[in-house]
Nanobody, 127 residues
């Protein structure tokens, strides 16, 4: 049973950077789709970014509001997926969740397709 654990959240000021990490235990990140979602209080969970592919070939996909600011990457040696977040804005404030799916899917923006979820890490951006 794969377990996911996020780390790297915190309180920062607008314009600062954070790097979130999602580590897998009980298995490796052979998952074909690994994604980050976020959920702000009173809002639905929303897609942020996904790493989709297999072997050593992965592609990153991003929600429009984070394109050019966030970068998703894989560290296969550490069974981890990272989310580098630059130029943070107050509207990025949310709990960030890592999710993984074993098989490929084109519906990676849909949170219901994922097999595994982490517990989340809080990101707070002050203005």
């Amino acid at each position: 049973q794969v377990q996911l654990e996020e780390s790297g959240g915190g309180l920062v000021q607008a314009g600062d950077s954070l790097r979130l990490s999602c580590a897998a235990s009980g298995g490796t990140f052979s998952s074909r789709v690994v994604a980050w979602f976020r959920q702000a209080p009173g809002k639905e969970r929303e897609f942020v970014a996904a790493s989709v592919g297999s072997g050593y070939s992965f592609y990153g996909y991003y929600e429009d509001s984070v394109k050019g600011r966030f970068t998703i990457s894989r560290d296969n040696a550490k069974s981890a997926v990272n989310l580098q977040m630059n130029s943070l804005k107050p509207e990025d404030t949310a709990a960030y969740y890592c999710a993984a799916r074993s098989s490929l899917s084109s519906s990676f923006r849909n949170p219901t397709i994922y097999d595994y979820w982490g517990q989340g890490t809080q990101v707070t951006v002050s203005s």
